[in-house]
């Protein structure tokens, strides 16, 4: 099924930046933004909660036969600290955000997380975890690290990322257009 929006995971290390990036960029190019924690929690997908995380387990099949309808449509920005569960099919950009170790430790300081979570979030920053099973899942053009250290790196970010979305739409008209002057199904 050819979509006529594109699909972006938003992803990251808790505390980078996904969701403010998510939230701007749902207003700026009218793609939704689909928050991953809000299905886990509102539509039950998880196992339970985990005390000492501080976190809800999340069945992952379950996840993403609920999410599956919606993202096939296209025109999602998927936020979530994870992206190799998603199928390549569905994704056209993923963009993992990174920040500096001290950032990230106030950020998640904030935020009450407890020393061994907060513990945890830095050393994945640190290693480079999420971008290398980014790296892994996705093929190389599909995958952007962005740096989210200042206000101003976001907003330059968006920018790229806006612009990302507008030659997405420009090149997928075209190709829509050609298949269907060419009679082939797109």
């Known amino acids: 099924m050819a979509r006529d929006q594109p699909n972006i995971i938003m992803t990251g290390t808790p505390g980078v930046g996904k969701t403010s990036h998510a939230e701007l960029l749902a207003q700026s190019t009218g793609l939704k933004h689909l928050s991953i924690n809000q299905v886990v929690k509102e539509r039950s997908c998880h196992e339970g909660w985990d005390d000492v995380l501080q976190t809800w387990l999340v069945d992952e099949d ?78 190389d053009e599909c995958v952007v690290e962005l740096w989210s250290r200042t206000a101003e790196e976001m907003e330059g970010n968006i920018e790229r990322i806006e612009q990302w979305v507008q030659n997405w739409r420009t090149d997928n008209q075209d190709r829509q257009a050609s298949g269907s002057a060419s009679g082939k199904k797109s």
């Open 62 to 139: 379950k996840l993403l036969d609920a999410i599956e309808d919606e993202v096939m449509t296209g025109g999602y920005i998927i936020d979530w600290h994870a992206c190799d569960l998603f199928p390549r099919s569905w994704i056209d950009l993923v963009v993992v955000l990174r920040t500096d170790s001290t950032s990230l430790y106030d950020r998640l300081k904030a935020r009450g997380y407890p020393e061994g979570k907060l513990q945890e979030n830095l050393d994945s920053e640190i290693m480079e975890v999420v971008a290398e099973e980014a790296r892994e899942a996705y093929d």
